[in-house]
């Protein structure tokens, strides 16, 4: 099915298919997510919902909720010791709504009881009293002076401007369209879910979490606690996947705050609705574009105005945006900008972090322009990206310039390399047609469809942001020991780091030590950041310790330590011929080194959008093969292809399964993710009318990895996380477009749009 | 509080009507949901999973019948004997849920539930069948259309279970398609039966999911009985095939909902009749 | 024939297990995972739409989550746990890990449990009986394509041994 290159290195080094050391666990089912957590005498504790988009709390009775046997503790807003609010960029979110609530699902109370029937049972018999608002659910609405303001920091969470250049420039083709983007579901399978277990006495709890980011979820507990950080100390608990959404608080507060009122441990986990309504969202957005250009089809100038709907509350809004207009010329020379962008507050669920921030919303809208651009100078797909390729050393419309390996048109011209896919056969069995065992297509029915989408997306955090990473290495009678607080979601960081370690020190066994809030942050797994940003933190470490090895060996054996390598498992004199195991040169020592890696520090956008505001890049352009019945406007995605600009494979096997993944997604939010809003309420909060990929919605993969190792990355190797899921959107669209001659500006694409 | 679970419809029927208000469980696939997300608390509760003679079917003596036992799992449809002589049920069923799905669910369950998406429902409808009802001391036939009296609403009284559906062998063509946005396990947005009976030169169509329940399109059936020779295969004039697909689309009632608007659902059982009658005609 | 709601009998990889204490409607998923201790099978969406608690059951896999416990007193019920007896992986296990078809994991028991019942039932699939197996099991992570490429060895791995 795929390029995916088996290696014949034969430790499991850097560049190996090392095996993930959690594989067996997870295959027996023995690994233990956060939902298969227990503890002696635990209670169960639940969330109590506002089943409004917008309401003023009248009262709330708790009283009927006491008596039901089996009930120990109901919390409320009032009962928050600390800050009563959390957020991971502005502190807007209330623990428990107060007053008004601003979006369906916003908590009022929790409640811990024996069982988890009992907690229900509580929930149905706290009785609160709403004065029901009209909501205000749409965001160019919440953004008129004369609408009401949601909430006392106002209805915008932000406004950038991005103006540079020459801002009369008319090209000679000029190509307009508004672009749209429903609210996608990250939709991990592991729902959310926690363990708390108070400290004796009520000064602390002990937290198993499924999170993204140990340090953060810490810093916001203890200020709603009003505890120092030491009191709450975190282990990660197993998480079944992330996509962004376990960035932000969801019942971490209310598990701690349980916990320490009763005095005993409190398990709280989501079902699936809840879910849904427990973390943060994909940003729907609306974004008009304009492209200049000249005849022969070189982009001279963009103009765009962009609306994200942030829905009730913060969360990381204000960094989607910038994400968002960034980003908006793609990964192409563009010397005139003027952009506007605009986060807005509704009373629509929060939105905030999902694989792609923000660009996935900016490269559906750019690449449906370049389609539209290389239409009206009469070029191909293929030849209008060539021609404005970015290339290292360009200056994006922010004024930064590209310092990254920017290998744009190698990209595009090994995707457009990758053999096409056989036609449908006329014979062809029906699961491989559209609408699969429903018969719903005949082969004569189905039109296929080509189609092009490439992006450049930012790694790591941005403006000024310091997300540093820590990791110890202690090595001991040749076995190293791993510490991190680094978040594995099931992208692979506890096989990365090993192979690290390795790498560096010549070892085969290395332990990975319990990942906690006992060292320092590792920050976010996001941001497609890990593998550079805590990849950094452990080579450094390991590095440190290899330094102190070879100064031990070099005191012992009278040898200059700057002499010395690791070869293989042993430490090598490369002057000379004295060689030693690492396993012997470590016997009896004992080196403990802890590193901290920062990235370079970034800056502040100005008030025009200017600032090298971004750390670094990466591309990747995607190829998508689809067939279409037209007639009823259904899709099949048949084929993707793509070649992604990763600087280094670190682990062949991981880094596909990466790619395959993120492609995955983006074909979800080409063709069936939508979380279907009414006046704000969610229809389809479930996986009955969510729908997801299926093994026979997964199209074939040919991915071919472009490998340009990154000066300014610790291992050469860049985040490739994020960039999948990215332009295989846009590809999808345009081939859906290429086979319908739909305009299709919105996506999921709904069969009615193709058809009707 | 109990659970009974009767090793035969002897046992079934006496606790049925001994209890009519207990709740009967047959593969469980849409009661458990209703009851996993707390929208019902069973107390009484008869399974029927160990009664094997509603988990079977028999082919009637003058081979003009299948009888089908409503216990009878989806994915014992999918293929075989069965498949032979209901095509239009093995394809529906096929599209049931998910192969976890198919080995649990059942006639019976779609009965039961009469959901509009229920996938066996139309070709229920299409092939005119006949539901059996019992109780420990009554049985009664039902045609399926009587059956099914609104959105999730029977006729099935407290203390009768659905014994059997009653399918005739018919000599002509049969088929089964559906709509839904994603290739493999998806509730249906639209879905069509159509039956030809070559020997009485008749025509079934019945559409899921476009109304409060499952719509038969009896005008459409008889203008087309009028337009053109059912006995023999013939190919439908392009102007008729239109003219047909319209007229269904014009019979069914669906809404707007999460899952898709009305005027799709009209659209899209305007086109698979047309193509199921095309099927008819070439395959 | 009836179980009392208070005390029942599974039988469960094997054994006969005791339930009690038990509501009446609690499903399958719950009673392997709260009251068994068998927390293997894992719940995603409760209604039979992603097969993380896919489980064999007289000799079918289905969803544990839409089973009512009390009324699979009579069944012979196999979980991932109960796929083998001891530490040992069987070959689609070991593919699973070898080929990447795991990463956060959620899904991969349910996973598991419905390529064993496929490779038992037919040894040597095609692509699309393959993936019409598992289209029941919603994988969020890998996108399916290191979970077909594991299917693919763990087939040649049990023709190897069988052989």
């Avoid at chain 1, 801002?167 to 429903?182: D, F, H, K, P, S």
Wanted: charged share 20%.
């Amino acid at each position: 099915m795929s390029n995916a290159t088996k290696t014949s290195i034969h430790r499991d080094v850097l560049g190996a298919s090392a095996l993930r050391p959690d594989g067996a666990a997870k295959v027996s089912g023995k690994f233990e997510f956060s939902s298969d957590l227990h503890a002696e005498h635990m209670l169960w504790g639940a969330t109590l919902r506002s089943p409004h988009p917008f309401a003023r709390i009248i009262s709330i009775d708790l009283s009927a909720a006491y008596k039901i046997d089996g009930v120990e503790a109901i919390i409320t807003a009032q009962d928050v010791p600390g800050k009563k609010t959390y957020g991971l960029i502005s502190s807007d979110q209330p623990v428990f709504a107060s007053e008004i609530v601003r979006y369906v699902g916003e908590p009022v109370a929790a409640v811990a009881a024996d069982h988890p029937e009992t907690c229900r049972r509580a929930l149905a018999a706290i009785k609160v009293n709403y004065e029901v608002l009209t909501p205000i659910t749409d965001a160019e609405l919440a953004m008129l002076p004369s609408t009401t303001q949601i909430h006392p920091d106002g209805n915008l969470f932000r406004h950038q401007r991005i103006i540079t250049g020459d801002q009369n420039l008319q090209g000679e083709i000029i190509v307009e369209a508004t672009y749209e983007m429903g609210m996608q579901d990250q939709a991990f399978l592991g729902l959310e879910a926690a363990l708390a277990i108070p400290d004796s006495g009520g000064a602390g709890v002990e937290m198993f979490v499924a999170t993204q980011w140990l340090h953060e979820d810490q810093k916001q507990i203890a200020a709603c606690l009003d505890l120092p950080l030491e009191k709450i100390r975190i282990t990660l608990g197993g998480v079944g996947g992330a996509f962004g959404a376990r960035e932000d608080i969801s019942l971490q507060v209310h598990c701690a705050l349980l916990a320490l009122r009763t005095s005993r441990p409190i398990k709280m986990q989501y079902g699936r609705e809840e879910s849904f309504y427990g973390h943060v969202h994909r940003h729907p957005a609306k974004i008009w574009i304009r492209h200049h250009a000249t005849r022969t089809g070189v982009i001279q100038r963009i103009e765009s105005r962009m609306v994200f709907d942030g829905g009730a509350y913060a969360s990381t809004s204000a960094a989607v945006l910038i994400n968002g207009v960034t980003h908006i010329q793609g990964p192409y020379k563009c010397l005139n900008a003027t952009v506007d962008g605009y986060a807005v507050r509704t009373n629509n669920p929060p939105c905030g972090a999902m694989r792609g921030f923000g660009v996935v919303q900016a490269c559906y809208a750019h690449e449906s322009q370049m389609d539209k651009l290389a239409v009206a100078c009469g070029l191909s797909p293929v030849e209008i990206r060539l021609i404005n390729a970015m290339v290292t050393g360009d200056k994006l419309i922010t004024g930064q310039v590209v310092e990254s390996v920017a290998p744009v048109e190698r990209c595009i011209r090994e995707t457009d390399a990758i053999e096409m896919p056989a036609p449908l056969a006329r014979n062809a069995n029906a699961l491989e047609i559209v609408g699969g065992s429903g018969l719903t297509s005949l082969p004569h029915n189905i039109v296929r469809g080509v189609g092009w989408g490439v992006s450049i997306k930012n790694l790591m955090y941005s403006e000024s942001f310091d997300d540093f990473a820590t990791a110890r290495c202690q090595l001991q009678n040749g076995v190293v020991n791993l510490k991190f607080a680094t978040v594995e979601v099931g992208q692979g960081f506890v096989v990365l780091a090993p192979q690290i370690a390795r790498s560096v020190l010549g070892v085969d066994e290395v332990i990975i030590d319990p990942v906690d809030t006992r060292i320092g942050s590792a920050g976010s797994t996001s941001a497609s950041r890990q593998t550079w940003m805590s990849g950094g933190a452990v080579d450094g470490a390991c590095r440190l310790v290899r330094q102190r090895l070879f100064e031990h060996v070099g005191t012992k054996h009278n040898i200059d330590p700057l002499r010395l390598v690791i070869e293989d498992t042993d430490v090598v004199d490369m002057l000379g011929d004295f060689r030693i195991s690492v396993i012997e040169a470590s016997t009896g020592v004992f080196i403990d080194e802890t590193f901290e890696h920062h990235h370079r520090p970034t800056e502040e956008l100005d008030e025009n959008g200017q600032g090298n505001c971004h750390v670094a890049f990466a591309f990747v352009a995607h190829r998508a093969v689809v067939d279409v019945d037209v007639e009823l406007g259904l899709v099949k995605v048949i084929q993707i292809a793509t070649a992604q600009d990763v600087g280094r494979v670190l682990n062949p096997i991981a880094a596909l399964g990466q790619i395959e993944g993120g492609i995955a997604q983006g074909l979800g939010l080409a063709v069936m993710e939508e979380i279907v809003l009414d006046n704000g309420k969610m229809r389809n909060p479930s996986f009955t009318d969510y729908l997801l990929p299926t093994a026979l919605d997964a199209p074939q993969v040919i991915a071919v990895m472009i490998e340009e190792p990154e000066p300014q990355a610790p291992l050469g190797a860049k985040g490739i996380g994020e960039p999948p899921c990215i332009s295989v959107t846009p590809a999808i669209a345009a081939a859906i477009r290429n086979a319908t001659g739909r305009d299709l500006p919105r996506v999921p694409i709904r069969p009615q749009d193709i058809c009707l | 509080m109990t659970v009974l679970i009767p090793q035969s419809l002897h046992d079934a029927l006496a606790a049925a009507t001994a209890n009519p208000d207990a709740q009967i469980i047959q593969g469980g696939t849409d009661l458990m949901v209703e009851v996993n997300f707390n929208h019902r608390k069973p107390t009484d509760v008869i399974a029927l999973r160990r009664v094997d003679e509603i988990r079977n079917y028999v082919v009637t003596a003058d081979k003009k019948n299948v009888v089908i036992g409503s216990g009878l799992p989806y994915r014992e449809m999918e293929h075989g004997e069965l498949a032979q002589l209901l095509p239009a049920l093995a394809q529906a069923a096929r599209t049931v849920g998910s192969p976890q799905i198919r080995a649990a669910g059942s006639i019976g369950g779609n009965l039961g539930t009469c959901s509009p998406a229920g996938d066996a429902l139309p070709v229920l409808s299409a092939l005119d069948a006949v539901i059996n009802l019992q109780t420990a001391t009554t049985s009664r036939e039902i045609s399926v259309h009587d059956f099914m009296v609104g959105v999730k609403r029977n006729a099935r009284q407290p203390g009768e279970l659905i014994v059997s559906a009653t399918l005739p062998i018919i000599n002509g063509w049969q088929g089964y398609a559906k709509v839904g946005v994603r290739n493999a396990m998806v509730i249906s947005i639209a879905s069509c039966c159509l039956v030809i009976d070559r020997e009485k030169g008749s025509i079934g169509v019945a559409l899921g999911s476009v109304g409060p329940t499952i719509i038969r399109c009896r005008e459409t059936e008889q203008w087309l009985a009028m337009q053109i020779d059912l006995k023999n295969i013939s190919i439908v004039a392009p102007n008729l095939l239109k003219e047909f697909g319209d007229r269904v689309a014009k019979e069914s009632k669906p809404i707007d909902d999460h899952r898709s608007t009305a005027a799709y659902r009209r659209h899209a059982v305007a086109t698979l009749s047309r193509r199921l009658l095309t099927r008819a005609n070439t395959q | 024939m009836s179980a009392n709601s208070e005390v029942y009998d599974l039988n469960v990889n094997g054994q006969k297990r005791q339930v009690r204490d038990a509501w009446v409607g609690e499903s399958l998923l719950y009673v392997l995972r709260e009251r068994l201790g068998l927390p293997g099978s894992k719940g995603a969406c409760e209604q039979g739409e992603c097969g993380s608690c896919t489980v064999i059951m007289d000799g079918q896999a289905v969803c544990s989550c839409l089973v009512m416990a009390a009324t699979a007193i009579d069944s012979k019920i196999t979980t991932v746990e109960g796929l083998t007896q001891d530490d040992s992986l069987t070959a689609v296990q070991d593919a699973f890990i070898t080929e990447g078809g795991v990463q956060c994991g959620f899904c991969t028991p349910g996973l598991i449990v419905a390529i064993e019942h496929l490779l038992d039932n037919n040894p040597d699939p095609s692509q699309l009986e393959v993936k019409e197996a598992i289209s029941g099991n919603i994988c969020r992570c890998t996108g399916y394509g290191r979970i077909f490429e594991a299917v693919n060895t763990a087939v040649t791995t049990r023709r190897a041994t069988n052989l």
